[in-house]
DNA sequence: CTTTTTTAGTACAACGTTGTTCCAAAAAAT
DNA sequence: ATTTTTTGGAACAACGTTGTACTAAAAAAG
């Protein structure tokens, strides 16, 4: 592997100048055609190829996104990351990506790593509030918060309809005569006192759906049955489940907050010999693709993946490409998607069936 | 958003000469306490930070790796991925991701893609042999080849046991007395010959396992109970079973090619009133975390992702410092792992139990 | 046959870093 | 007080590319 030639190596093997390279490499100018074919020849012989950081050194740009975001461990994330990788290359851009688990300080940690990557700007996502969000925000370069925040209004973000999908969803149960409802994955010691004051993140704003729904239906919450779940890992969702059913406490439906929790919860249930949807009805959010292959299929929330991501690149690309207006949001539209593993009724809203 | 800082700004702020800024930001040369903390706070005021493609054209180097693999829509690829970006970030590497689908040409399409990316070198994960290998290996950049390719010697891989393992699984299938064992995810239109002539590639290799486990314990093979699954997705899992019943034929084992074709499997298997294990047992490969929580819980091989993924990076990395000897190939270790979807007989050796 | 326009190309600077070389001031040794 | 050594810092070049400004040759117009 001898030292990679340059534009200069090849003016030289050719006979023309460098800037006569850089035009037959970028189609600039005009030229004899002879030349061109002696450029061209010249590049083939030497196996050249373009330094990338001469040229983002000089155009100033690295036509980079990076993509932060929690491992791959939850489908979600995969979900997510390749939905950006596609709408990102579709506008001509490459992802760098910055990954970052659960146990460490989390997302405030990789904040420092992101510039020595050199993209152009940076999709962060996150499930909760940062708790210094300034440390994310004050980098210099643009950034777009993808995740379940509450609006700053100091940069630009995507979020989804969290409370209203689950008000919806937990709403369709309710009507199907159901008040036993469970909810795993809420904030830690949940009550109504502590879920109206967390109002943010997306473990609040999802269990503030199911408070919603109950309260607007004048039924009666019995808080005993609100478990939290952890990092909403599918083990986690086996352990809300051990948790729970150790109280004694056996709802008929249980609304999981992520599909992961889901899965891992019906698990759980059908290793205690649960039967599902019989004994006990499951439903998730996010509709990963794993949902459609659990057994049994996987009722769920479908917040739109895709449309999250693709707006998120899409909005940071705008700035990276110079736009300074104020600071944009934008939320998703969710469905509700009925499997196997809970039955809404018919007269529901919003629905769509796999 | 104004221009950026550059070194310049803040050395002309702090009154010194752009040197003495640039040792403070990489802690090189000696200074007068007073003078770092001028240049600190001039940095923090103009809120510089270091423009990376400057110091990777002075440098020579990006310290940016590459990742070219399928669509995250396997889990397997997003475990692959996950364990590749931490085996980097550990060396002070970052990864620029680069994906297609099955759909596209394949990893051809997007090698020439990847200069553009700017990373110092590449992995590249396929699950079958590429068509033009050349196109992958005359690159100007180190190349490490991670998957099911046969070695031919030209770059570094890494490879699982793929024929040993499943060889090792269906042998333990066979002892515990079971004959009647499908196979879901061989190479079109299995027969011994083409799988023989089809000398490369996860599907040929791990069918061939299946091949000698039988030869070996003297067992003749129901060719009718080989099927093919397009890209080893769940959904081709699904129809893989469909059509494995259409033709009156129901084995008592699957051995799935990966885990993904073993969900979509035990999802099909039971909508239709098949019990796992009692009627059927299923097999799969690759040890992915959806396995642990499917229904029941997946029997799997172990073919140690992690490693695999270490050693890629690492060969890499090694290369890209300047490694010049032949070409090296790792293979990984592989394990059994019973869980409830099939039982394997207690005197399977290399077993392992979670 | 001259003048103007177009084509085909060159030379040089600049992007923002960091390594090398060098010099002046301060500290230590004589 | 003078010489030697160390320290703090500056000036400049280079990394490989592309944009700007320019020139010589060829083609078109008069």
Redesign the pocket.
Known sequence: MHK?A???DVAHKAG?????V?NV??D?????PS?RRRVRQAIEELGYS??MS??M????SSHLIGLATFTFTQPFQAYFADQVIDAARERGYGVVINTYDETSSGLESIVHDCPRLGADGWVFFADRPLRNNGAVLNQHFPVVLAGDYSSHGRSDSVIMPNTEAVKSMVSSLLESGIEDIGLIGAPDGADRQSVMNANEGGRALRTQGYIEAFDEHGARINWKLLVSGEHWHSSDGERAVSSLLSTNECPKVLMCLNDALAIGAMHELQRRGFRIPEDVQVVGFDNVEDGRFANPALTTIDPDVPGFAAHAVSMLINRIEGFEGPARSYMTKYSLVERSSARLPLQSRNRKVR
């Open positions: 990679r340059t534009i200069t023309v100048s460098i800037k006569t850089s490499l970028n600039t100018g005009s030229m004899r030349t373009v330094n001469a040229r050194l000089k155009a100033g």
